[in-house]
């Protein structure tokens, strides 16, 4: 009897321990973990420590067109580069006349035209290079606009805060770093030269035509000086409506933007702009350089005789 009751003992233990064992694999296992559901939000939200955040707005997209249009326009404008080219073909043209190299043999004024003729020729290429760098700058902004459209439209998984602020960043630094640099070389090594220089050799131009004339210049080089005054005026107007234009449109696109897109733009990308703008107003700030031919420039826009100047 007692045998029987250990058997049944142990029969008993064996049984709850296979329960237990078997309760691990069978319909008494542990559930899976739920993964948390994606979020959603409101379209022009973007989703920060687990709360949508709204951050696009048709009026900051609206900012970013109307910012890209003043790039569009100041490229506009030098599709009238040619007129500033204009005066200094027709310089480069007077220096290559027998009458011309007479005059400049007797004249260290006019001679100068060799040196200033290889700045003012710089002076368009790079004028040519900043129609070249707003195209970019108008991409880079037409890529931005895209990226902002995309949250604007977005009805399914909001994105991350910071996915969107790393591309719109990567966007707006793109487009503004590159064109402060080339703002600064232009006002520095373009518009600057051209706004002094290019009056002097219209007085020095006109004055060798006013000698010339007085001692038989030639029929070529009458021809040329008909049309210099005319290329001249014309060079010198697009310069001076154009020469401060680069600089207030890159202020206010640059400012304009980072104001508008604050939340999507990272510090440093912040810190970029700031720097840029500061760089570029310094060097409105800049004295002009090679600027020496002001004087000698006019005194031979005047000389009214024969003689050629000293």
Request: a negative charge.
């Amino acid at each position: 009897m007692r045998r029987i009751l250990v058997v049944l003992v142990m029969l008993v233990v064996g049984g709850c321990g296979s329960k237990k064992e078997g309760g691990g694999t069978g319909s008494g296992a542990d559930p899976k973990p739920v993964e948390p559901t994606p979020m959603t939000c409101p379209p022009g939200n973007v989703v920060q420590n687990g709360a949508c955040v709204a951050v696009v707005t048709p009026e900051k997209v609206a900012v970013v067109v109307q910012q890209q249009s003043r790039i569009d326009e100041l490229a506009k404008l030098l599709d009238q580069v040619e007129v500033v080219a204009a005066p200094i073909e027709l310089l480069d043209g007077f220096r290559q006349l027998p009458q011309w190299k007479t005059l400049a043999e007797r004249s260290v004024k006019l001679r100068v035209a060799d040196t200033v003729v290889g700045t003012l020729n710089d002076a368009v290429k790079k004028l040519r290079e900043l129609k070249a760098s707003l195209g970019e700058a108008s991409l880079r902004l037409g890529n931005l606009k895209g990226e902002l459209d995309a949250v604007m439209t977005n009805t399914g998984t909001a994105r991350q805060l910071e996915e969107v602020r790393t591309k719109v960043s990567t966007e707006l630094r793109g487009a503004i770093e590159p064109l402060a640099l080339e703002v600064q070389d232009t006002i520095q090594n373009a518009l600057t030269p051209l706004a002094t220089q290019l009056s002097d050799m219209a007085d020095l131009v006109l004055g060798a035509c006013a000698m010339a004339k007085l001692s038989g210049g030639g029929p070529e080089m009458t021809k040329m000086c008909a049309g210099a005054r005319d290329a001249f005026d014309k060079g010198k107007a697009f310069v001076d409506d154009f020469k401060a234009r680069p600089a207030a449109m890159f202020a206010e696109v640059s400012a304009r933007l980072e104001t508008e897109l604050d939340l999507l733009v990272d510090s440093a990308t912040k810190q970029a702009i700031d720097t840029a703008q500061t760089q570029v107003s310094a060097v409105l700030n800049l004295p002009p350089t090679g600027t020496s031919t002001g004087s000698a420039a006019g005194s031979a826009g005047s000389a009214g005789s024969a003689a050629a100047p000293q």
